[in-house]
């Protein structure tokens, strides 16, 4: 399968603790994109990287989220002293230029 | 700011009924609209891609058109294994990267198929 993956699938965590997301894009796709999505929303972009590197962020994105994309493979999403607001789903989407994005099946994040 | 509002926020349909969804959208100079489905727990997956007003798309029972305001997603004689929720979403660029743009997502709308 030459699909977007994420892992875990499934993440529950205490509040305070941190956590971290990974991404493997599609292997020719260049860009990569983070979203979030809670119950009854669509996904809300995050941020989003080309190649490796990373060039646009969101305001949702706080001091405590960081995302890497070391040499432009696979992406990274840390979330550091999780609190019980981040609870959601978070995709990941990559695509190649000007063109539709192709999301992963996501990673389902519970912090109690 | 760009935006998207997707109507009705669910629908019921009897298999065999014929409907349509409704996506309307703001946004400074259209680089593309999309139709995503997604099954619970599930990844968004990709449908269509529209680009310039009055351009449709086929797939299935599925058909797409596109307004220079809005966008329909008709469903012609659905089957229960339609029922998923169907989100749109616009490109909106990126304001300091010239070149780049996110996807904005309407709130979908849920679409159950009843045998």
């Known amino acids: 399968d030459t699909g977007v993956s994420q892992n875990p699938r499934h993440k529950i965590t205490k509040r305070g603790q941190n956590v971290t997301f990974r991404c493997d894009p599609i292997s020719e796709h260049n860009r990569l994109y983070w979203y979030r999505q809670t119950l009854g929303q669509g996904p809300e972009f995050l941020t989003y990287f080309q190649n490796e590197a990373q060039l646009e962020k969101s305001r949702l994105l706080s001091d405590r989220f960081s995302a890497e994309r070391p040499k432009g493979s696979f992406s990274t999403l840390e979330i550091q002293r999780t609190e019980q607001g981040d609870s959601a789903m978070y995709l990941c989407?990559?695509?190649?230029?000007?063109?539709?994005?192709?999301f992963g099946p996501g990673t389902r994040l519970t912090v109690t | 700011e760009d935006q998207v509002t997707q109507s009705p926020e669910a629908l019921r349909l009897q298999e065999g009924e014929s409907s349509s969804l409704n996506c309307s959208y703001t946004v400074s100079g259209l680089r593309g609209l999309f139709w995503y489905r997604q099954d619970p727990g599930k990844g968004p997956e990709f449908l269509f891609t529209?680009?310039?007003a009055g351009e449709e798309k086929e797939k299935e029972r599925l058909k797409a058109t596109l307004t220079k305001k809005e966008s329909f997603l008709h469903i012609t004689a659905p089957k229960p294994e339609d029922s998923a929720t169907y989100l749109c979403a616009v490109h909106a660029p990126f304001i300091t990267q010239g070149g780049s743009e996110k996807l904005v997502f309407g709130k979908g709308t849920k679409l159950t198929v009843n045998p």
């Open positions: 529209l680009y310039s």
């Open positions: 989407a990559s695509s190649p230029r000007y063109r539709e994005q192709y």
